[in-house]
């Protein structure tokens, strides 16, 4: 699943409608905050050992391994690239985000922030670049170039202090500083509660009558910490499941 199939919702979470989390089984109770960095979700080896965890208190989380297997565990390396290519990928198909970074890669090459830079407004623009998604990724070359973004920081940041420190960059909101801390930095607790792709898959998952908004998303979450960065991957995996298996042709982002 490429990162235009996970989107924010980009409305705001109305009323939770009476969904309820387990009712405190959460696994991150009594954690130590010194073993979180031994719980980082950085291989498949460690993917599958945090969702046989929630399997063990979530009979939902167990079916779904039992019948879509592991889900991917999606790496991106971490810097400029990665963080480009999420402001590419908004708002656009699957196969345009594709042809738009090839020719971006092209036309910047190194693929560094000073460089892109050097780029000029029809450069951008011929790679498939819109003015406004031109704005963001100058935001972006601009702060690394000076040092005001230092992708380094974040490994000494919790999880809503490194979201912080991304979102200073134009076009780069909350979801997408997520959705990065969850694929390039193995953070395992990371939860986009806003993205449509996961909503869908927990409204399949748990087999809810309706799909669940914002908030019913944060109080679904509470029993999968601290690995809701691994639930979040299975959702996704187990969104694409569902829909192969009903013979459906899911377009939803």
């Known amino acids: 699943m490429g990162m235009t199939e996970m989107q924010p919702t980009g409305g705001r979470g109305g009323k939770a409608r009476g969904f309820r989390h387990g009712g405190g089984h959460s696994l991150s109770e009594g954690l130590k905050s010194s073993r ?27 079916r779904a391994l039992s019948e879509a297997g592991l889900p991917p565990l999606r790496y991106r390396p971490p810097g400029f690239a990665t963080l480009l290519r999420i402001i590419v990928a908004q708002q656009v198909s699957l196969a345009a985000a594709a042809t738009i970074w090839s020719r971006l890669e092209t036309a910047c090459q190194p693929l560094e922030p000073r460089r892109l830079l050097q780029l ?22 601009e702060l690394m170039a000076a040092g005001e973004l230092d992708l380094q920081v974040l490994e000494e940041l919790d999880d809503e202090a490194a979201v912080a420190h991304i979102t200073r960059v134009k076009g780069l909101g909350r979801w997408s500083a997520e959705v990065y801390l969850l694929f390039s930095h193995g953070r395992p607790d990371v939860w ?41 991957r299975l959702l ?14 899911d377009t939803l982002p």
């Open 36 to 62: 979180m960095t031994q719980l980082m979700i950085q291989d498949d080896t460690s993917l599958k050992h945090a969702l046989q965890e929630l399997a063990e208190t979530d009979k939902d989380v167990a």
């Open 236 to 249: 996704w995996h187990y969104r694409q499941f569902a829909s192969e298996t009903t013979g459906g042709t």
């Open 120 to 141: 000029g407004d029809e450069d951008l623009r011929a790679a498939g670049l819109s003015r406004q998604k031109q704005g963001y990724a100058r935001s972006l070359a």
């Open 192 to 232: 986009p509660a806003d993205d449509v792709g996961l909503m869908i898959g927990m409204e399949r998952l748990k087999r809810l009558p309706e799909r669940p908004t914002v908030k019913d998303m944060r109080v679904l979450g509470e029993d999968w910490r601290p690995y809701r960065a691994a639930a979040a």
